[in-house]
């Protein structure tokens, strides 16, 4: 059994209701804050629940309302919009306290692992997980505890604040406990590793994302996630992130895109 | 008065409901079909009128469920998810005939026009609009009706099939009647030129779009909108297409990145 696994599991609240119940485990926070793509892992197990012929997360579109509640029950509503052949698309509801927290819009279907990409981004050279450096648990006084799920190493010209020279971050990420990758799991590895612009600014203060959506293109085979994370467009104390995850053979399989919000010097 | 403000415009159904009756003009079709980018505008209209402290579309993600129908009304079911300060998130549905067309999830803002970036994106060297080629009304066979509602001139070396030697298409648009372009038209500017995948593999097909979203970034000022549109990503018959909209003075104005299916030979 996985952590990841365990701490995501969903129980439908009826045979016939597309309502289902778990726990924010708060083993994956951000200071005292469930981190993003881990919420947004517990709703997509919910939405591919509901649609078990499409196990695949193809475009996930999640806008964060309010923050999650760790160590608290939620409950997540799902609705199927359209169901087709290839594909099915729903949104979900991630309520905690009555509340709702994420709002999530999404096409599943089915992901090959096999299959040649006819174009494709080439993974970046990176020095391999033993020369990168272990992600600090403790970023400008905000403690880590999900570091303690999942292993994040970052590129040593990279890490410290400013030494890229410009709003990037890239490394290697997997599991702790093993659990091979998956493309549910791309959801939250896309929003595992620091937000890109510490690597021009320094750690400027806290950088919420007020919408993330995820392309999910391959199944990944077992091993290290490598994540490249950019930042190219800052205005107004918003920020686009573009990500992309490559499995440990060097095919591409996730993009991502944020929209983000630099609250500087504030948390 | 313009078009795009004329064919987009609604009608609020009861001063307290929040569903709109509009109607789908078949100017603005691809071949029998609705553009999709017009159809996003005619949602963002109706989202944009239920806060109108919030008038700019910040991050819009739209999937469509089924093609619209052209001259066919339309009715917009939009819901408040949360409302803040800074922002609103809604959610809506466009409806035709009963059945749901397309589902959007989006937050909407306020946006300026004068703020310097702090990291931009450079718009890249195009030659004038008069240098630049006028995109064809009938492209393999399929007439495009739209081209009567904006003026879109494509870069010369990219225009043929193959040309740009990569999956890239550019060039410069604006509206033929003169309306200058503002934060709601940027969801239609976004999807209006050509697959970029046609500058590699030539018009291969049908390339209908799964998911749009668009962040929008900036008010543009008056004149033409520069558009660069690149895919690096095409597996197992799904594309990611990226795209930048920048103003005359220079600004980039917005992003898009969408995921598309060819189908090869087909429409």
Request: charged share 20%; net charge negative.
């Amino acid at each position: 059994m996985s952590t990841f696994d365990d701490e995501t599991r969903l129980q439908r609240l009826a045979p016939d209701a597309a309502s289902f119940a778990g726990h924010v485990h708060p083993g994956w926070n951000i200071g005292t804050n469930p981190n993003g793509g881990y919420l947004l892992a517990i709703a997509g197990s919910a939405m591919r629940e509901l649609v078990p012929q499409h196990p695949d997360p193809l475009s996930v579109t999640v806008h964060y309302l309010r923050p999650g509640l760790p160590e608290k029950p939620c409950r997540v509503d799902v609705q199927l919009l359209h169901g087709g052949r290839s594909k099915s698309t729903l949104r979900a509801t991630l309520v905690q306290e009555d509340t709702p927290r994420l709002e999530v819009l999404a096409a599943f279907g089915v992901l090959a692992s096999e299959a040649p990409p006819e174009l494709t981004i080439a993974a970046p050279a990176m020095p391999a997980p033993e020369q990168c450096l272990v992600r600090s648990a403790d970023e400008q006084g905000v403690q880590l505890p999900i570091l303690d799920r999942i292993d994040i190493r970052l590129h040593p010209n990279e890490l410290r604040a400013g030494a890229a020279g410009k709003a990037r971050v890239s490394g290697w990420v997997r599991f702790h406990d093993g659990r091979p990758p998956d493309t549910l799991a791309c959801l939250l590895l896309a929003d595992a590793f620091p937000p890109a612009v510490f690597g021009l600014l320094g750690m400027v203060g806290w950088v919420p994302t007020l919408e993330l959506t995820v392309h999910v293109r391959r199944r990944p085979v077992p091993g290290w996630i490598l994540g490249r994370f950019e930042t190219f467009d800052l205005s107004e104390g918003r920020l686009v992130e573009d990500g992309a995850l490559w499995d440990s053979a060097g095919n591409l399989v996730a993009q991502s895109r944020q929209l983000a919000m630099i609250l500087r010097g504030g948390r």
